[in-house]
């Protein structure tokens, strides 16, 4: 690519619409080999607005139904091939459901042996017709084909402390990342580190992707303990089966990483004034102690709102997914929960902005498709639906039609 700078077109017209392009708003550029995207604040706020249909488009779950539509957690959800799988913690079980609604299958239960789960906590697809599960609690990735039939396991080895699953690649490998919790060792605010890693196809450590911040901490006096600072950014990682993307939050960027961890681009955004203001933190401490559901409960949090300091500025992102055709979804930050809506950015596969989408506050995205996102919500007695919202690409457009899974 060319070292001079470059305007990039924005995109591909979603479904059948054909939203205007911010103009000259989107640049890209290259900086010693890495590709720099950068949208202006002209391009975020002329961004398209997605919406999601007003009801799901596909709902399953139950309080007292038959047990195959009673979830007790649900870790992963994904649409192939017209069939629904649901990976659910609590029973240590793989279920597919039609889209018509009706139950297929269950495959796993819990326990030790091929196939079977302890805790099960991640789900994902490897190639057309391939599901993956990781299970914590024995470090191993389970195979299964598009029929749930068992294939076979790998166990992670033990370069890692705590290994959590990111992604599979499309080679095999995996990427996983490991926190590790340590208690701070001044009285400094101090960044918790989070490892991240590359295992090959048999689970052997490959590469070293490199160390980050995972959160900021402090440590709190009488009793001895340490917290959060106040609005820390996190990090938040995706993979695409090609690459790895992570945001720390501290900086308006998403960054791709190659599988071996050599940095291919970043993809920067401008927003708004992120300033924390003290009436800001006011405002997260009364939430907290309004919710506390004991008086200890509130001595702790008046023990952190008198020790522990606020970071300077919002973080930039609250979550980071690749969808399933390579656009990335990053959440806003929000500040108060008082808001009922999530609000999600949409960049290209290049990092372009396409859209802005709201989200309904206590809907949980697992996967976000071409024109559907599906995850989860709870009732009213906690129980758990998992549902399929369309995404349309305008207040009162049609859905659009769903591609072939």
């Known amino acids: 690519m060319s070292k001079k700078l470059v305007l990039v077109a924005l995109l591909l017209p979603f479904g059948c619409s054909s939203p205007e392009s911010p103009s000259t708003s989107i640049l890209e550029r290259d900086s010693a080999g890495i590709r720099i995207v950068e949208n202006s604040l002209a391009a975020m ?13 596909f709902k399953i779950g139950s309080l007292d139904g038959l047990e195959p539509f009673q979830f007790f957690g649900v870790h992963g959800a994904l649409l192939r091939d ?8 609590g029973s240590s079980e793989l279920r ?3 889209l018509d609604g009706p139950h297929l299958r269950t495959v796993g239960r819990e326990g030790e042996g091929p196939g079977e789960f302890s805790s099960a906590s991640a789900l994902a697809s490897l190639g057309p017709d391939t599901l993956v599960v990781w299970d914590g609690a024995q470090r191993r990735i389970s195979f299964f084909d598009d029929s749930g039939s068992f294939l076979r396991s790998v166990t992670i080895g033990s370069d890692t402390r705590s290994p959590d699953f990111i992604s599979p690649l499309d080679d095999g490998s995996f990427f996983f990342s490991d926190l590790r919790v ?15 890693f590359r295992f090959d196809p048999e689970g052997i450590l490959t590469d070293s992707l490199g160390v980050f911040p995972w959160a900021w901490m402090k440590r709190v006096e009488n009793p001895l303990d340490f917290a959060p600072i106040s609005f820390t950014s996190m990090a938040f990682f995706s993979g695409d089966q090609e690459t790895l993307w992570l945001g720390t939050g501290e900086e308006l960027e998403i960054q791709e990483r190659a599988p ?7 993809v920067r955004w401008e927003a708004p004034d992120r300033t924390i203001r003290q009436e800001d933190v006011d405002e997260m401490y009364a939430q907290q102690l309004a919710d506390a559901s004991s008086e200890d409960a509130r001595q702790r949090i008046q023990q952190r709102q008198s020790q522990v300091p606020s970071a300077e500025k919002f973080p930039a992102l609250a979550d980071l997914e690749v969808d399933r055709v ?14 009922d809506v999530d609000r999600w950015m949409v960049f290209d596969r290049d990092g372009a902005i396409m859209a802005r989408v709201s989200v309904r506050t206590g809907f949980w995205p697992m996967e976000f498709g071409e024109d559907y996102v599906l995850g989860f919500i709870r009732g009213e007695y906690d129980e ?10 305008g207040e009162g457009n049609p859905p659009n039609q769903r591609p072939p899974t």
Do not use: C, Q
Not at 182 to 196: C, D, K, R, W, Y
Not at 384 to 393: G, H, N, P, S
């Open 45 to 57: 706020d002329s961004a398209p607005e997605w919406v999601l249909s007003s009801e799901p488009t």
């Open 82 to 89: 017209g069939v629904v799988w649901v990976l659910d913690y």
């Open 96 to 98: 597919a459901f039609s």
């Open 182 to 196: 340590t208690f701070p060792s001044t009285n400094e605010v101090e960044a918790m580190p989070i490892h991240l």
């Open 260 to 266: 071996d961890g050599t940095l291919v681009r970043v």
């Open 326 to 339: 390579g656009r990335l979804w990053v959440k806003d930050f929000k500040a108060s929960r008082a808001k």
């Open 384 to 393: 758990e639906y998992v549902v399929i919202y369309d995404i349309l690409a």
